[in-house]
Every structure is written in structure tokens, then in C-alpha cells.
């Protein structure tokens, strides 16, 4: 009975959390075509304008449509995100299965190397590879899942070593059962949901990472809708329309928090 | 006999259930000061269910009804959290396990001291004296900075007494005490609990050993599928049972079994020549040599501690041995060797229901549902049992289930360690009767690790006898760490 009201309460944030994220995720789907307006046309005459029935969100100081500029913008931040999450999940989670399993020199190599990536400042590596090719999103990609790789590492070779040391796996492999089948038995169920935290704060890390970036104006450059660019595009005009500023700025705060809520009170036991 | 004292326990028509399903009761109790309750019963039959029920740590899909006195107070009326301010104060428990029930990164005499410290509120000085005391009393002098995981069975069962007993409970609730311990230890426990009714506390045993029951004297409770069949004083109960599950439960020690028929034994299946064995620096087993014949049962004893385990697991080719040669005979197959847990939940993946945990080991193996279906009703087991996980069945019924699936790969040669030590005397029987049965139908080699010589002796067909290192021989001898037939 003690645990009942604990778990209701984590329960209860978790579904508010993987609601809001489907409808994030559907906003991105359908995209600029819900509101019907091109998130690049500018049309002076329409600049700063208020919500109405024809632009919901208002315009900005082109005259170009928020709505439109917003779901755009989550678009590409959420495919960015979800892209990021994969590409460092699979190879960190893999390789820390192999680290671990086959241990001795492969597990030295491997945790060299993912020091020596920890030791680069993750920011670091991002600038750098946006310098190389300034302004495409596969350098803020590539640079973001480099960096995000690590904490699937190390956190499934820990797991996974300790799974491994178990009655279980032992007996698993006497009575002839492979590999496979031992990381879909044992591995998978143990580090799963720990795994699904450390995805969903790694989503969350990409958001902000691609949002702060084009805040500084190194990451997806204008015209194209990005949260961060509008921010900065939009922060000269906050005394005139607050409510412009205001908008990218909840957009990034709700998708970073439906992705922690998501994951509700972290793994349960 | 003392003049009875006041009632400290009392327990009247205590009922639990899982929703519509009665796990136990209605079973009705009291100790008195000075007293002892010994509640015995078949594995699942819901004895920690009694004891977490006066505690409060019933989880939380279980419903209690019925009335819980302690001390002349309601407890069941009780919130929780109020429960809970009881616990080391006036109700102190011992778990199942001691190393599991101790922090393993903490030092065992920090640990004790903890709990002088701030369940006693003595003061820093007090509490390390107090600590002091309990381990010289406790003979566990030298074992201040050990670890749990460092300490034997038997000294980690009595840090955690000390551990237990340190809040100044004058109720301890023990919930098998001896489970995983030696015979010899048993004494040791037996005399540890009984301090507590000699000081004029309660004591509430939960065991499924009847000598412990026996030694500890008081009154016993015995439960059956949740249902109270006999209560009364221990030796009167014991001695003259008045139901058929309490003789059949008397009976059930091993020292009551019927010899073992001998067997013929087939060609050798498995060598050993003179190995020694190492772990950790220090000599385990040394000059050990052994030929098992298929169809063959062989049962090594000795105490807790003595490297058994390890030999097993050298034999079945997952440690090298450090000296010495280990054959297996040429027809076998690398799953020809199997081996069963002392521990079965954790023989099993946790997070997967038991007929998907079969079902892979059957499809590797070519084998039909229908004959695991038939290994299952032989062995006892309702398929309803396998859509649930390896914790929500019963110990006895999850290593007959293990039995099932290390029998479906047709082993010649089944390692078994301590398959029954955490099983009561009726299941335990029938499980190594049916281990029995099978070793001669199917002409499989048994190896049987066990602390219980009695049951070594009536179980198998020849006993080998393991000595450790740094304990003296017991009077009569156990072999010298050779290869010896009784």
C-alpha cells in the first residue's frame, strides 16, 4: 500500500509527458501545412502583427507566419533529436555490449576511446565541424550523436557487466542458448529502461543543443526555421511584442520537459 | 518453567488476501514474554506472509484482515508510517539472508554501531561501546572492518543479529534464520535466537527445519496452503502429530529416508585426477580426485565456505582448476553437463516469464512443447504457473521447474548445488526422489552438493567428503579431502 500513491504520481507525469510528446510529434508530422502558410513568405505590410483568424500565432517582423515558422521549427528539431538519439544510441549500446562480453584488450581500447572522446568538450566538437560546413544540419548532427554516443557506452557496459557476472547467464549458456538470445533474455530487459532515461535526456540535450547553437548563430542558418534562430531574430523586438519572444522560447521549454516527464520518475525497479 | 507472562504478540483471525484469493488464514496466535513461536510449513505456505503482516511490510497489493495486538496496542489500525516508528524499538526482524539484509559497502561493526546510534539515540561514545559489547558477546571479535560479502554465513547471520537487536526490541521476528547455513551452524543460530526469550522477549521463528524447531522449543504453529493444521507446544506437536501433514512433515528428515538402492554403474562419464584448486590465493581443494559413472549419485559434504560450490563449477568446465586434469567422456556434448542453483530465482532471466525462458531452450534443443509439457506434469508443475515470472512462484516449485529445463536437453550429467537447501523437508524429499527417480530412468550421472550429511548419506550412492582448510575435522571425520565411500 506505502508504494501506491508514490508510483500514481510518476505514473500520472509520465502520461502527461508521452501526451504532450505526440502531440509535438504530430505537430511535426503535419508540419507548416496545418496552418496553410509558407514559413518563408514575408510580406511587410503584415509585420508584427497580433494573433488572428488568419495568422493564429501572429506574424514576425517580416511578416512571415509564427504558427507556420513554430511547427517548422519543431519539425527540424525533432528530427533531430530522434535522428541523434538513434545514431549514438545503437553504436554506444553495442559497443559497450562487446566491451563488456569480450572484456581484456577490446574493453581497454574501447573505454580509451570513449575517454578521449569525453575528455573534447562536446560544444567543441560541434563548433568545429559547423566551421567546416557552416550552416547544414549533418554537421550539427554529426557533431551532437558523436558526443551522445559516450553515455550509452558507458552505462550499458557497466550494466551489462554486472548482468553478465549473474546465476543466470551461466546457467543460460550451459543449457546451449547463444549470444542473441542471452542479449534479448537477460541483457536487453535488465538495461532497457535506464536506457529509455538516457535516450529521453539525450533527445532533450539535442533540442537545447541545436536551439543554443542557432541562437549563436553558428547552427541551421536563416531563412530556415530553427527555434534558436528565432529567438535571436525576434529578441531585438521583445519591448514592441513580447508575445513573439515568448513563443519559440515555450516551444523549446515544453518539448525538453514532455521528454523528461516522459521518462517520469527514472527507472522502475 | 517460568510463570507465563504477559501476552506481547497476539494475533486473532489474521486473514490475507490477493484480492479474491485467501494466501492465508484464518490463523490466530500469541507469544507470551519469554516465550517462542515457531511457525512451520511448506514452502509458499505463507509463513512470511504472518510475519510481515504484524511488521506492516505487506506489499502493498495484499490486503490483512483481522486483529494484530502488540503490547496491548492495535497495530493493524495503525497507518503505516506509525508502524514503522515500531520497528527497532519494540519489533525487531531477521531476515531471510543475512548478507543480502546488510549494506555491502559498509563495515560490519559501522553497521551495528548505526543502529545504537540513532534507533537507540545513544551517543557517538555509547553506541561504539555498545557495539564493542555485542560483538565480544557475539564471539565476532576480528570482524569489526570486514565487509558482509568478506564474512561467512554464519558471522554475517550474527552481525545482523547484532545489527537487529541493537534497537532494544523485545520482539524479534525471524524469518529462516538457518536458510543456506551448515548443520553445525544451526547450533550456533539456535542458541543466538534463544537469548531473546531468556531475556524475557518474544521470539517468532519461521522455519521450515524441524530440528531448529526442536532446539528452540516454545510453541509451534504448523501451516499448510495457508491454513493453520496443528498448534501447541513444540515436542508434544512433533512428537505425537496428530494430522497426517505433520507426520508426514516429522518424517520428512533425511535421517528418516529410506537408503538409496545401489546402482549399476555404466561406463565413466566425467574423470578428475588429483585437482587442485584455487580462488583467490588460498587452496580450496586440493589432491581431489573423482570418476562419475553415468547413472550414478554422488553427494559432497562439508561446511559452508569449504569451496564445494567451486569444485562444482571446475567440474562443470567454468573455472580451470589450478593443477590436475578434468575428461569428459568423449560422447559428450558441450550442454551434456548441467547445473542446478542453490538460489533458483536467480537461475532464471528475472524480467521474463518462465514458459518463454523454456520455450528458447527447447527450440535450440529440437524439442516439442508437448514433451516439455509432459517433463512439467511429471515434476509436478501447473502450466499456469510458467506464464509468470521466476519471483512470483514458490522456491520448491521454481527449482522443480529448473529441473524441467535443464532435463530437456538430455544432460548426461547434472551438477546439482544445494538444489534443496532453501526448500521445506516434505518438498526437499520429494524433489531429491524425484532427482532419484530420474537419474536411474534416464541413466544421468548426479552430482549433489550439500552441508547436509544426513541427507548425503541417505541420498546417494557414494558420499565424498570435503574438509576446509582451516577448520578442524569434526569428531567421526570427514575424509580427507578425498575421494570416500561410507
Keep these: ?269 | 518453567m517460568k510463570a507465563p507472562g504477559r501476552v506481547v504478540i497476539s494475533v486473532q483471525a489474521l486473514c490475507i488476501h490477493a484480492g479474491k484469493d485467501i494466501l492465508l488464514g484464518p490463523i490466530e496466535f500469541h507469544v507470551r514474554e519469554g516465550g517462542t513461536l515457531v511457525i512451520i510449513g511448506e514452502t509458499g505456505a505463507g509463513k512470511s506472509l504472518a510475519v510481515q503482516a504484524i511488521l506492516g511490510t505487506l506489499h502493498g497489493s495484499l490486503l490483512a484482515e483481522g486483529q494484530i495486538t502488540v503490547n496491548g496496542q492495535r497495530h493493524d489500525l495503525l497507518a503505516p508510517s506509525t508502524r514503522a516508528n515500531f520497528w527497532g524499538k519494540e519489533l525487531a526482524t531477521l531476515p531471510q539472508e543475512p548478507w543480502r539484509a546488510l549494506d555491502p559497502l559498509m563495515q560490519s561493526h559501522r553497521q551495528v554501531c548505526e543502529t545504537h546510534r540513532f534507533v537507540s539515540c545513544h551517543s557517538q561514545h555509547a553506541a561504539v561501546v555498545a557495539t564493542n559489547n555485542a560483538f565480544g558477546s557475539l564471539g565476532l571479535n576480528g570482524a569489526e572492518q570486514h565487509l558482509p560479502g568478506t564474512l561467512s554465513g554464519g558471522m554475517a547471520q550474527r552481525v545482523a543479529f547484532a545489527a537487529a537487536t541493537a534497537g532494544g526490541a523485545p520482539i524479534l521476528l525471524a524469518d529462516e534464520p538457518t536458510k543456506g547455513l551448515d548443520t553445525k551452524r544451526h547450533a550456533t543460530v539456535v542458541s543466538l535466537l534463544s537469548q531473546v526469550p531468556d531475556s524475557g522477549g518474544a521470539l517468532v521463528v519461521i522455519t521450515h527445519d524441524i530440528s531448529v524447531a526442536r532446539s528452540l522449543g516454545g510453541d509451534v504453529l504448523i501451516l499448510k496452503d495457508g491454513c493453520m493444521i496443528e498448534q501447541g507446544p513444540t515436542h508434544a506437536v512433533l512428537d505425537y502429530p496428530k494430522t497426517t501433514y505433520t507426520k508426514d512433515l516429522a518424517n520428512a528428515q533425511p535421517a528418516c529416508w529410506k537408503p538409496a538402492k545401489p546402482c549399476q554403474s555404466g561406463d565413466w562419464v566425467l574423470k578428475a585426477d588429483s585437482i587442485r584448486i584455487k580462488r583467490g590465493g588460498r587452496v580450496l581443494v586440493d589432491n581431489f580426485s573423482l570418476r562419475l559413472h553415468a547413472g550414478e549419485r554422488i553427494a559432497i559434504s562439508g561446511p559452508s565456505g569449504g569451496g564445494k560450490t567451486t569444485l562444482l563449477d571446475t567440474l562443470a568446465g567454468l573455472l580451470r582448476p589450478a593443477n590436475g586434469e578434468i575428461q569428459r567422456a568423449e560422447h559428450l556434448s558441450s550442454t551434456d553437463i548441467q547445473k542446478l542453483y542453490q538460489d533458483p530465482p536467480a537461475a532464471f532471466p528475472a524480467r521474463v516469464n518462465l514458459s518463454c525462458s523454456l520455450r528458447d531452450v527447447a527450440r535450440i534443443h529440437g524439442v516439442d512443447s508437448a514433451q516439455v509439457a509432459c517433463l512439467l506434469s511429471r515434476l509436478g508443475i501447473n502450466s499456469a504457473l510458467l506464464d509468470r515470472r521466476p519471483d512470483e512462484v514458490s522456491g520448491g516449485e521454481l527449482q522443480r521447474i529448473s529441473i524441467a529445463r535443464a532435463l530437456t536437453v538430455r544432460p548426461r550429467i547434472l551438477l546439482a548445488d544445494e538444489p534443496t537447501s532453501r526448500l521445506d523437508p516434505i518438498t526437499q524429499r520429494d524433489t531429491m526422489k524425484l532427482l532419484a527417480d530420474i537419474a536411474s530412468d534416464e541413466n544421468i550421472a548426479i552430482l549433489l552438493v550439500t552441508h547436509d550429511i544426513a541427507m548425503a548419506k541417505a541420498w546417494a550412492n557414494r558420499c565424498i567428503a570435503l574438509s576446509s582448510p582451516e577448520e578442524p575435522l569434526p569428531p567421526g571425520g570427514w575424509g580427507n579431502r578425498l575421494d570416500k565411500a561410507y
Design chain 1, 1 to 269: 500500500m506505502h508504494s501506491q500513491p508514490g508510483r500514481s504520481i510518476r505514473d500520472g507525469r509520465r502520461i502527461t509527458g508521452l501526451i504532450l510528446l505526440g502531440m509535438l510529434a504530430l505537430a511535426a508530422l503535419a508540419g507548416p501545412d496545418l496552418v496553410n502558410h509558407d514559413p518563408a513568405r514575408q510580406s511587410l505590410l503584415e509585420a508584427m502583427q497580433g494573433p488572428s483568424s488568419e495568422h493564429l500565432l501572429g506574424t514576425d517582423h517580416l511578416g512571415r507566419d509564427m504558427a507556420a515558422r513554430l511547427l517548422s521549427g519543431a519539425r527540424l528539431s525533432l528530427f533531430l533529436a530522434c535522428l541523434s538519439t538513434i545514431t549514438a544510441a545503437l553504436p554506444g549500446i553495442l559497443l559497450g555490449i562487446t566491451a563488456s562480453w569480450l572484456g581484456g584488450w577490446m574493453d581497454r581500447i574501447l573505454c580509451a576511446f570513449a575517454d578521449a572522446v569525453l575528455a573534447l568538450p562536446g560544444l567543441l566538437l560541434v563548433l568545429m565541424l559547423a566551421a567546416i560546413s557552416p550552416g547544414s544540419w549533418w554537421a550539427l548532427y554529426m557533431g551532437i550523436s558523436l558526443t551522445l554516443w559516450v553515455e550509452y557506452f558507458r552505462y550499458t557496459r557497466q550494466r551489462v557487466r554486472i548482468v553478465l557476472a549473474d546465476p543466470a547467464v551461466e546457467a543460460s549458456q550451459l543449457l546451449g542458448l547463444g549470444p542473441g538470445t542471452i542479449v534479448l533474455r537477460h541483457l536487453l530487459p535488465e538495461i532497457g529502461p535506464g536506457l529509455l532515461t538516457i535516450a529521453a535526456f539525450g533527445a532533450a540535450t539535442a533540442v537545447t543543443a541545436v536551439a543554443a547553437l542557432g541562437f549563436v548563430s553558428v547552427g541551421i542558418r536563416p531563412p530556415t526555421a530553427e527555434w534558436g534562430s528565432m529567438m535571436t531574430e525576434l529578441l531585438p523586438y521583445w519591448r514592441e511584442s513580447p508575445f513573439l519572444i515568448i513563443q519559440p522560447v515555450a516551444c523549446l521549454f515544453i518539448t525538453v520537459l514532455a521528454l523528461h516527464l516522459s521518462v517520469g520518475g527514472g527507472v522502475q525497479p
